[in-house]
T-cell receptor, first 112, second 118 residues
Protein backbone atom coordinates (compact mmCIF):
# COMPACT_ATOMS: atom_id res chain seq x y z
CA UNK A 1 0.00 0.00 0.00
CA UNK A 2 1.38 3.36 -1.04
CA UNK A 3 2.02 5.78 1.80
CA UNK A 4 3.03 9.39 1.31
CA UNK A 5 4.67 11.36 4.11
CA UNK A 6 5.51 15.05 4.30
CA UNK A 7 8.02 16.63 6.61
CA UNK A 8 7.81 19.01 8.35
CA UNK A 9 4.14 19.24 9.27
CA UNK A 10 4.51 22.97 9.79
CA UNK A 11 7.15 25.53 8.91
CA UNK A 12 7.45 29.22 9.73
CA UNK A 13 10.15 31.35 8.10
CA UNK A 14 10.83 35.04 7.55
CA UNK A 15 10.05 36.60 4.21
CA UNK A 16 12.75 36.32 1.58
CA UNK A 17 14.16 32.98 2.65
CA UNK A 18 14.56 30.03 0.33
CA UNK A 19 12.97 26.86 1.67
CA UNK A 20 12.51 23.19 0.91
CA UNK A 21 9.50 21.02 1.59
CA UNK A 22 9.94 17.27 1.63
CA UNK A 23 7.74 14.42 0.43
CA UNK A 24 8.49 10.71 0.59
CA UNK A 25 6.59 7.74 -0.79
CA UNK A 26 6.95 4.05 -0.02
CA UNK A 27 6.25 2.49 -3.43
CA UNK A 28 8.34 3.68 -6.36
CA UNK A 29 5.77 2.39 -8.88
CA UNK A 30 4.21 5.77 -9.41
CA UNK A 31 2.88 7.31 -12.59
CA UNK A 32 3.65 10.85 -11.51
CA UNK A 33 3.94 13.10 -8.49
CA UNK A 34 2.15 16.40 -8.00
CA UNK A 35 2.49 19.31 -5.65
CA UNK A 36 -0.63 21.25 -4.67
CA UNK A 37 -1.35 24.37 -2.69
CA UNK A 38 -4.38 24.61 -0.41
CA UNK A 39 -5.49 27.83 1.23
CA UNK A 40 -7.59 27.56 4.44
CA UNK A 41 -11.09 26.26 3.72
CA UNK A 42 -10.43 26.10 0.00
CA UNK A 43 -9.84 23.50 -2.68
CA UNK A 44 -6.55 22.52 -4.26
CA UNK A 45 -4.46 24.36 -6.81
CA UNK A 46 -2.00 22.27 -8.79
CA UNK A 47 1.50 23.76 -8.72
CA UNK A 48 3.76 21.27 -10.44
CA UNK A 49 3.43 17.79 -11.90
CA UNK A 50 6.47 15.57 -12.45
CA UNK A 51 6.08 12.50 -14.64
CA UNK A 52 7.88 9.37 -13.44
CA UNK A 53 10.40 9.73 -16.27
CA UNK A 54 11.30 13.28 -15.28
CA UNK A 55 13.60 14.51 -12.54
CA UNK A 56 12.32 18.03 -12.02
CA UNK A 57 9.86 20.71 -13.04
CA UNK A 58 10.05 24.46 -12.59
CA UNK A 59 7.44 27.19 -12.49
CA UNK A 60 8.52 30.67 -11.53
CA UNK A 61 9.97 30.59 -8.02
CA UNK A 62 8.99 26.95 -7.56
CA UNK A 63 11.12 23.95 -8.40
CA UNK A 64 10.09 20.37 -7.73
CA UNK A 65 12.40 17.38 -7.98
CA UNK A 66 11.69 13.68 -8.09
CA UNK A 67 13.95 10.76 -7.18
CA UNK A 68 11.92 7.61 -7.71
CA UNK A 69 14.66 5.24 -6.59
CA UNK A 70 14.82 6.82 -3.15
CA UNK A 71 11.10 7.57 -2.98
CA UNK A 72 11.57 11.28 -2.47
CA UNK A 73 10.38 14.56 -3.90
CA UNK A 74 11.20 18.08 -2.82
CA UNK A 75 9.53 21.41 -3.47
CA UNK A 76 11.91 24.34 -3.44
CA UNK A 77 10.48 27.82 -2.99
CA UNK A 78 12.83 30.69 -3.73
CA UNK A 79 12.58 34.15 -2.19
CA UNK A 80 9.50 33.32 -0.15
CA UNK A 81 6.70 35.89 0.18
CA UNK A 82 3.82 36.24 2.68
CA UNK A 83 1.46 35.27 -0.14
CA UNK A 84 3.12 31.86 -0.23
CA UNK A 85 1.59 31.06 3.15
CA UNK A 86 -0.64 28.01 2.66
CA UNK A 87 -0.66 24.26 3.10
CA UNK A 88 1.37 22.39 0.50
CA UNK A 89 0.35 18.85 -0.38
CA UNK A 90 2.18 16.29 -2.44
CA UNK A 91 0.35 13.41 -4.09
CA UNK A 92 1.54 10.31 -5.91
CA UNK A 93 -0.48 8.77 -8.72
CA UNK A 94 -0.35 5.02 -8.34
CA UNK A 95 0.69 3.12 -11.47
CA UNK A 96 -2.07 0.99 -12.92
CA UNK A 97 -4.75 2.89 -11.04
CA UNK A 98 -6.15 6.37 -11.18
CA UNK A 99 -5.68 6.94 -7.49
CA UNK A 100 -3.92 9.94 -6.06
CA UNK A 101 -2.43 9.25 -2.63
CA UNK A 102 -1.88 12.45 -0.68
CA UNK A 103 0.59 13.33 2.03
CA UNK A 104 -0.59 15.06 5.18
CA UNK A 105 0.67 18.41 3.99
CA UNK A 106 3.10 21.03 5.26
CA UNK A 107 1.53 24.16 6.69
CA UNK A 108 3.79 27.02 5.62
CA UNK A 109 3.79 30.48 7.18
CA UNK A 110 5.91 33.27 5.73
CA UNK A 111 6.35 36.11 8.20
CA UNK A 112 6.67 39.67 6.84
CA UNK B 1 -10.24 26.83 -18.53
CA UNK B 2 -10.74 23.55 -16.64
CA UNK B 3 -12.96 24.90 -13.89
CA UNK B 4 -14.77 22.65 -11.44
CA UNK B 5 -17.48 24.00 -9.18
CA UNK B 6 -19.14 22.55 -6.12
CA UNK B 7 -22.46 23.41 -4.58
CA UNK B 8 -23.12 24.21 -1.85
CA UNK B 9 -19.86 25.58 -0.50
CA UNK B 10 -21.04 24.88 3.01
CA UNK B 11 -24.03 23.17 4.59
CA UNK B 12 -25.29 22.57 8.10
CA UNK B 13 -27.82 19.83 8.68
CA UNK B 14 -29.45 17.93 11.50
CA UNK B 15 -28.42 14.40 12.36
CA UNK B 16 -30.43 11.83 10.41
CA UNK B 17 -31.09 13.97 7.36
CA UNK B 18 -29.58 13.52 3.89
CA UNK B 19 -27.41 16.04 2.12
CA UNK B 20 -26.61 16.25 -1.58
CA UNK B 21 -23.41 17.87 -2.87
CA UNK B 22 -23.00 18.70 -6.55
CA UNK B 23 -19.78 18.75 -8.53
CA UNK B 24 -19.79 20.28 -12.01
CA UNK B 25 -17.16 20.63 -14.69
CA UNK B 26 -17.91 24.00 -16.27
CA UNK B 27 -15.85 24.02 -19.45
CA UNK B 28 -14.92 20.43 -20.19
CA UNK B 29 -16.48 16.99 -20.20
CA UNK B 30 -15.52 15.01 -17.14
CA UNK B 31 -15.18 11.37 -18.05
CA UNK B 32 -14.00 10.57 -14.54
CA UNK B 33 -14.85 12.25 -11.26
CA UNK B 34 -13.37 11.65 -7.85
CA UNK B 35 -14.70 12.37 -4.37
CA UNK B 36 -12.35 13.04 -1.45
CA UNK B 37 -12.90 13.72 2.23
CA UNK B 38 -10.61 15.83 4.36
CA UNK B 39 -10.78 16.00 8.15
CA UNK B 40 -9.29 19.05 9.93
CA UNK B 41 -5.52 19.22 9.62
CA UNK B 42 -5.47 15.91 7.80
CA UNK B 43 -4.89 14.95 4.23
CA UNK B 44 -7.36 14.16 1.48
CA UNK B 45 -8.66 10.61 1.44
CA UNK B 46 -10.14 9.24 -1.76
CA UNK B 47 -13.68 8.00 -1.17
CA UNK B 48 -14.72 6.87 -4.63
CA UNK B 49 -14.08 7.12 -8.35
CA UNK B 50 -16.91 7.42 -10.84
CA UNK B 51 -16.95 7.15 -14.59
CA UNK B 52 -19.84 8.66 -16.49
CA UNK B 53 -22.63 6.17 -16.94
CA UNK B 54 -21.08 3.57 -14.66
CA UNK B 55 -21.40 2.71 -11.00
CA UNK B 56 -18.88 4.32 -8.71
CA UNK B 57 -15.91 2.39 -7.38
CA UNK B 58 -15.62 2.89 -3.64
CA UNK B 59 -12.43 2.75 -1.61
CA UNK B 60 -12.10 0.19 1.13
CA UNK B 61 -13.91 1.25 4.26
CA UNK B 62 -16.27 3.69 2.53
CA UNK B 63 -19.92 2.69 2.88
CA UNK B 64 -21.53 2.81 -0.54
CA UNK B 65 -25.04 2.84 0.93
CA UNK B 66 -24.19 5.85 3.04
CA UNK B 67 -22.32 7.86 0.41
CA UNK B 68 -24.36 7.63 -2.79
CA UNK B 69 -22.57 8.81 -5.90
CA UNK B 70 -24.28 9.52 -9.19
CA UNK B 71 -22.40 10.49 -12.35
CA UNK B 72 -25.25 10.68 -14.81
CA UNK B 73 -23.78 13.20 -17.21
CA UNK B 74 -20.36 14.28 -18.45
CA UNK B 75 -20.53 17.51 -16.46
CA UNK B 76 -22.23 16.57 -13.21
CA UNK B 77 -21.60 14.20 -10.33
CA UNK B 78 -23.46 14.21 -7.04
CA UNK B 79 -22.55 12.87 -3.62
CA UNK B 80 -25.44 12.23 -1.25
CA UNK B 81 -24.64 11.67 2.39
CA UNK B 82 -27.58 9.66 3.68
CA UNK B 83 -28.71 9.71 7.31
CA UNK B 84 -25.86 12.02 8.20
CA UNK B 85 -24.28 11.86 11.65
CA UNK B 86 -21.88 14.25 13.40
CA UNK B 87 -18.94 12.02 12.49
CA UNK B 88 -19.70 12.70 8.82
CA UNK B 89 -18.83 16.35 9.35
CA UNK B 90 -15.90 17.03 7.09
CA UNK B 91 -14.65 18.91 4.04
CA UNK B 92 -15.68 17.12 0.85
CA UNK B 93 -13.72 17.87 -2.32
CA UNK B 94 -14.42 16.60 -5.81
CA UNK B 95 -12.10 16.49 -8.78
CA UNK B 96 -12.74 15.85 -12.44
CA UNK B 97 -10.70 14.53 -15.33
CA UNK B 98 -11.44 14.59 -19.04
CA UNK B 99 -9.73 11.22 -19.28
CA UNK B 100 -10.25 7.68 -18.12
CA UNK B 101 -7.60 5.27 -16.84
CA UNK B 102 -3.98 6.35 -16.44
CA UNK B 103 -4.66 9.48 -18.50
CA UNK B 104 -6.80 10.61 -15.62
CA UNK B 105 -3.68 11.97 -13.93
CA UNK B 106 -4.97 15.39 -14.96
CA UNK B 107 -7.46 16.14 -12.23
CA UNK B 108 -9.04 19.52 -11.69
CA UNK B 109 -10.24 20.12 -8.17
CA UNK B 110 -13.37 21.83 -6.96
CA UNK B 111 -13.35 24.38 -4.13
CA UNK B 112 -14.80 21.94 -1.61
CA UNK B 113 -17.95 21.71 0.50
CA UNK B 114 -17.87 22.05 4.27
CA UNK B 115 -20.47 19.75 5.85
CA UNK B 116 -21.42 20.18 9.50
CA UNK B 117 -23.87 17.73 11.02
CA UNK B 118 -25.44 18.83 14.29
Amino acid sequence: KQEVTQIPAALSVPEGENLVLNCSFTDSAIYNLQWFRQDPGKGLTSLLLIQSSQREQTSGRLNASLDKSSGRSTLYIAASQPGDSATYLCAALIQGAQKLVFGQGTRLTINP
Amino acid sequence: GAVVSQHPSWVICKSGTSVKIECRSLDFQATTMFWYRQFPKQSLMLMATSNEGSKATYEQGVEKDKFLINHASLTLSTLTVTSAHPEDSSFYICSASPFRGEGADTQYFGPGTRLTVL
